[in-house]
């Protein structure tokens, strides 16, 4: 119960309610747990993104086999608990990071957004065959003929597949591929943008994407 004009009483509200975001009922407060999450996953985004700096480079040499993509967060045996909470927070990376494709040898097809906001393995009509299932870009674009429209164009929704027929592949092989953070459409991977997306997703709130 709240107070009157006599007499002022504290209003009690749980920790759990404190830090839901405001659209969502609660205080916006920033939790610990929430903060550490954030903290985790930018060290994941500067990892990908500053591969040619010193501490990057003895990571990815200890854990990833020097991998610099998308996919190279994995828990591993005696593994740090550092990278062990790296790994566990990689997956907001996944899901709102986008790849900007190059010559698309880097880059799943089906697995990692580039042609929309989300992999077009959540979009597919029909299952995927196992012979292009773990395809990149790069093997279902023809340099010649442009994509293998014959391989999935009965896959997907009409409106994916004119987003990725606007999409073309260059071949030459300086030309990797790029990650960018999304929604913001550039390198931006905030602390304060982190911490937004993981309580949207804790609340069930939709989120930009």
């Known amino acids: 119960m709240g107070g009157n004009s006599k007499q002022k009483k504290t209003h009690k509200i749980s920790w759990e309610n404190a830090t839901k975001p405001k ?18 996953t930018k060290l994941d985004w500067r990892l990908m993104k500053e591969k040619e700096s010193l ?32 790994s566990e927070n990689a997956k ?22 580039w042609a929309c906001d989300k992999p077009l393995s959540i979009l597919v009509t029909n299952p995927i ?7 990149t870009v790069e093997e279902l674009w023809d340099e010649k003929s442009g994509w293998k429209w014959d ?14 027929a606007s999409i ?4 030459n092989e300086s030309e990797d591929d790029c990650l960018v ?16 997306f993981i309580r949207e997703e804790e609340n069930g709130i939709d989120g930009p994407i």
């Open 92 to 113: 907001l990376i996944r899901q709102r990071a986008r790849a900007e494709v190059g010559n698309g040898k880097k880059t799943f097809f089906w697995f990692h957004s």
């Open 168 to 171: 073309s592949v260059n071949t």
């Open 23 to 40: 659209e969502a009922g609660g205080l916006g407060l920033r939790s610990m747990r929430q903060a550490n999450a954030a903290f985790q």
């Open 55 to 86: 501490w990057s480079r003895v990571v990815r040499a200890k854990y990833c086999d020097r991998r610099c993509d998308i996919n190279l967060f994995s828990s591993k045996h005696k593994a740090s608990n550092i990278w062990q909470g790296i």
């Open 181 to 196: 953070w999304d929604p913001s459409g550039n390198d931006t991977c905030s602390v304060k943008s982190l911490i937004s």
């Open 129 to 135: 065959p196992s012979n292009i299932k773990d395809a």
């Open 151 to 164: 391989l999935f164009d009965e896959l997907l929704p009409e409106e994916t597949i004119r987003k990725i």
